[in-house]
């Protein structure tokens, strides 16, 4: 039975499905580069918090409630050369959202990935849309976790990879 999939498993999955692999069989270790680092340092700084929230092993970067209809999340990036995998990573957290507010109340559930040494905001709604492609996601993470690991192929997220001794030694 496969753990739980975590917003890694979404951000790797947008990036390198060995990466994925790696990371889903524990074998891709904290290994905090100076990119790593520089994103957290960036994240804390950034942005004053109104909150931080947790759910589950997810823990969302910043929440608000800019009225009484509305949740809103934040993911802070240091740049958004793979923001298609940070969207994916951040629709893991609404489905989250969309999850523990099930029995209650049905807020629009927004994201908002913020790139600020780029001075931009990229929103995303949790909607029917976006909920199915969420499911297909999960279910393509899902499959390439229990197959074999893919053989490592160079691609440009290689450069700042912290797994590219264990890749291409
Ligand atoms: S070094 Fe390249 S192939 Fe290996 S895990 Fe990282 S991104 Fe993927």
């Known amino acids: 039975m496969p753990r739980s999939l975590t917003g890694e498993h979404y951000h790797y999955y947008g990036i390198c499905s060995t990466k994925l692999w790696y990371h889903h069989h524990r ?4 290994q905090e580069n100076e990119f790593v680092k520089l994103g957290k340092i960036l994240s804390e700084t950034a942005y004053s ?25 934040s993911e802070i990036k240091r740049s958004s050369t793979y923001q298609e995998a940070d969207r994916l990573q951040l629709l893991h957290y609404l489905s ?14 927004i994201g908002k990935l913020r790139y600020p040494r780029e001075n931009t905001v990229v929103t995303i709604k949790w909607t029917d849309k976006t909920a199915v492609e969420y499911e ?8 390439a976790v229990s197959d074999e690991c893919p053989s490592p192929e160079r691609i440009p997220a290689c450069r700042k990879c912290s797994m590219r001794e264990f890749c291409f030694a």
């Open 27 to 30: 074998i891709l270790y904290a």
């Open 49 to 73: 918090r109104d909150d931080n929230v947790a759910v589950g092993t997810s823990k969302f970067d910043l929440i608000r409630h800019p009225d009484e209809q509305t949740i809103e999340i």
């Open 96 to 109: 989250l959202l969309a999850e523990a507010q099930s029995n209650g109340s049905d807020r629009e559930l």
């Open 136 to 143: 297909e996601a999960t279910a393509e993470i899902l499959s």
